[in-house]
């Protein structure tokens, strides 16, 4: 149920609840329950709401949301501030999503609208932090841990940043999901 | 068996008038509560179990689980109020109570309908149950007071009770007409 290589949905599955439910809805591991009571608020309790709580709370509307790990790995262009020499970085990551309520309330149904630019922001500014001529060096540079160990936006999370820099002989890698 | 023919014959030629009405008035009685065993095990009896019992059955068990649930409701509060997961038991005791509910609810049109069989209930059957009760109350009243006509000669006892009964019906029919 939880994410296929190629979906960027995170949400999994909607469903419409009866007003007493005739059965508590199953559990999915590495995916968050999201509640949207007759407040229109959202709710994403531990574990998903007991049989109980959701007679009496009367929640009408089910999200399942995926918020296990995934790997990627995206290729970015950067452009080096002293010389105008650009390079081609390889950067991989892991993304899960870390705000189920906040990414249904937001409607994000592709988290690919999300993930490129955080991701562009967050590692451009860093390199821009460092001095470096040409690709070797960023190379040598990058090798120092100076991603952010963690980058957070829109309910979404990137974690164990590293970055390496593409030559000519490399093949860029293509821009999906690598997990399995 | 020409013999016991015979005492038939004699026997049948000794009843007067009296004996005569008081046999019918029992073959009649007998009809009666055969007719009323039919009506109880075929109509009331399906009646009372599928709109009486079942549903009052049902009842209870979905109270107990509504009990059972706020119970469950409430044990989760504290675990919500520190933002952890409740443990699982309290997911089970709710899916329990649920389920209950859900199968009381489900088993009372079952059942219901499942008692309509007894409307087909046979003659031979509704026989089979009063020879049956009528046995066991023998048996009972052997036990309870051994010495009572109904134990030692149960077929004499209907015969007096024929009697008395005739004899109740045909002054109160007097008394009713007399008026």
């Given amino acids: 149920m939880l994410l296929r290589g190629d979906d960027t949905n995170p949400v999994l599955h909607i469903e419409e609840l009866r007003r007493f439910p005739r059965r508590r809805p199953a559990s999915v591991p590495g ?26 709370l009367g929640p009408r509307r089910l999200y399942v949301v995926d918020v296990s790990p995934h790997d990627l790995v995206r290729s970015l262009d950067v452009v080096s501030p002293a010389s105008g020499v650009s390079a081609s970085l390889a950067v991989s990551f892991v993304w899960r999503v870390y705000d189920p309520p906040f990414i249904v309330a937001s409607n994000l149904v592709d988290v690919m609208v999300v993930i490129p ?19 070797p060096q960023l190379a040598a540079l990058l090798t120092r841990k100076v991603l952010p160990a ?17 030559t000519l002989d490399d093949e860029p890698p293509a821009p999906r999901d690598s997990d399995g | ?36 065993t039919c009506w109880l095990l075929r109509t009331f009896l399906p009646w009372l179990l599928g709109h009486i019992l079942f549903p009052l059955v049902a009842g209870v068990v979905c109270a107990l689980c509504a009990v059972v649930l706020v119970v469950q409701t409430v044990g989760v509060v504290p675990f919500r109020g520190f933002g952890v997961r409740p443990p699982g038991f309290l997911f089970s005791l709710g899916d329990l109570a649920i389920g209950g509910i859900r199968r009381s609810v489900a088993a009372v049109p079952y059942w219901s309908r499942r008692m309509d069989v007894l409307k087909l ?24 007071q051994p010495h009572s006509p109904w134990c030692t000669g149960p077929a004499a006892a209907v015969n007096s009770l024929g009697d008395e009964a005739w004899r109740q019906t045909v002054t109160t029919a007097r008394d009713a007409f007399a008026r």
């Fill in chain 2, 121 to 144: 209930l046979p003659g031979f059957a509704v026989l089979i149950v009063m020879v049956t009760l009528g046995w066991y109350g023998h048996q009972i009243v052997c036990e309870t």
């Fill in chain 1, 117 to 135: 630019e955080m991701l562009r922001a967050a590692v451009t500014e860093e390199i821009a932090t460092l001095s470096w001529q040409t690709p």
């Fill in chain 2, 1 to 36: 068996m020409v013999d016991h023919v015979g005492r038939l014959v004699d026997w049948l030629r000794s009843l007067d008038a009296d004996d005569w009405r008081r046999y019918i008035f029992l073959l009649l009685a007998a009809y009666v509560v055969y007719r009323l």
């Fill in chain 1, 150 to 166: 963690r980058i957070a936006l829109d309910g979404i999370e990137l974690t164990g940043l590293s970055a390496e820099v593409l």
């Fill in chain 1, 31 to 56: 995916a968050a329950h999201v509640y949207l009571n007759s407040n229109d608020r959202f709710y994403c309790p531990p574990g998903g709401f007991t049989a109980g709580e959701l007679w009496l």
